[in-house]
């Protein structure tokens, strides 16, 4: 070859190389996308807002970097308890919340978070994964244009913080207590005056005289909130979220734009860190609650059988009220009843059995 001639291909090569890789730079950077979390937590919040933030890197280190999701604690992009309308119409992309906030949207959303008398959160998962719970709380989110996934659980929750004892059922007529979803409608049919607060607005109202008593999540995070600085007296075990499952909720366009690579992977991650967070809680709470009681002044208190007979009669009326409500809440229902039933008996015989025999032994 005659050297003008491939000097003349080679700068021609060059050039067809130069801009090709001009090109592809845009294209790249075209393909990643900043997508924006919302949360019903307040910012960095033990557990609930720590999660939500490990949830979002991990789908960000998953996808290296293609999807990258900016997490928002409530109230810096909208109000907590507005995080659901956000992203149903798309002015977020997802959110990091507990489902049964949204019963004003429909009583269905109580049963893929906690109810009364429920599910723990073994079961919980055994009913979402493998017993049909996320088929219909999939064909209820659609119905708000969302995509629900699991990302978190808190377990067995305590019964709340009061200023006076509860001895009898009697004591609940008039009590001013926060507590959302389902269980607060039990505390309604107990004579209760019940409202619902996010998370950052708990312990003013308890100072204030707002509240009388008011539930949270368990030991750990209960503490970080310093509730003991005004309500001595705890009671366990909580009715009302034997096993919380916390959401993380997809625009559904937003999700159905995913591949299905990557809607793979961003379930997968949603997943570890169902697992993750409830890894940290069963880590954290009995710490806590030793710190509660022998550095705080806290005054542990058990709910009296008579007391829990009265939780779960009401708490029974009140699934049965939210079943009426549509078809499809019928069927949710339904299905939650059958994981319940089925997994009672296995729980008695395995979980409950065995820690019951193991604390027998060793004392």
């Not at 991990?58 to 308890?81: D, Q």
């Not at 019963?103 to 109810?115: I, Y």
């Not at 009671?235 to 690579?261: I, Q, R």
């Amino acid at each position: 070859m005659k050297r003008r001639a491939f000097l003349t291909g080679a700068a021609t090569a060059g050039v067809a190389a130069a801009a090709a890789s001009t090109l592809a730079k845009p294209a790249i950077a075209q393909g990643k996308r900043e997508l924006k979390m919302v949360t019903t937590w307040p910012k960095n919040f033990p557990g609930l807002g720590t999660g939500a933030q490990r949830a979002a890197d991990r789908i960000t280190a998953a996808t290296e970097g293609r999807i990258t999701v900016k997490v928002y604690a409530a109230g810096e992009l909208v109000p907590p308890f507005e995080s659901f309308d956000a992203v149903s119409s798309g002015t977020a992309d997802c959110m990091h919340a507990a489902a049964y906030y949204w019963q004003g949207k429909s009583k269905g959303f109580n049963f893929f978070t906690a109810v009364p008398m429920g599910l723990l959160q073994p079961e919980m998962d055994a009913w979402i994964q493998f017993g049909g719970g996320q088929e219909l709380w999939d064909e209820l989110g659609a119905k708000f244009n969302l995509k629900p996934l699991p990302c978190g659980n808190t377990g067995v929750q305590m019964g709340g913080w009061f200023r006076k004892e509860i001895k009898s059922v009697e004591d609940f007529k008039g009590l001013k207590f926060r507590m959302p979803g389902a269980g607060g409608e039990v505390l309604r049919k107990l004579g209760a005056a019940v409202v619902a607060l996010p998370g950052g607005e708990i312990f003013p109202a308890l100072q204030s005289g707002a509240i009388d008593a008011t539930e949270w999540v368990g030991p750990w995070n209960d503490m970080a909130f310093g509730f003991y600085r005004v309500a001595k007296f705890y009671y366990w075990p909580g009715y009302h979220e034997p096993g919380s499952m916390l959401e993380c909720t997809w625009n559904k366009g937003v999700w159905d734009s995913f591949s299905k690579a990557d809607q793979g992977l961003i379930t997968d991650c949603c997943l570890a860190e169902n697992n993750a967070m409830m890894a940290e809680f069963n880590a954290r709470n009995g710490d806590s609650l030793k710190q509660l009681i022998e550095q705080h002044g806290v005054q542990l208190r058990e709910f009296s059988d008579e007391i829990y007979k009265a939780f779960a009669k009401a708490s029974e009326e009140v699934l049965g009220e939210m079943a009426t409500e549509s078809d499809l809440v019928d069927r949710i229902y339904n299905s939650f009843l059958d994981a319940r039933d089925k997994s009672m008996s296995w729980t008695r015989l395995a979980n409950q059995g065995y820690a019951n025999k193991r604390e027998a032994a060793m004392s």
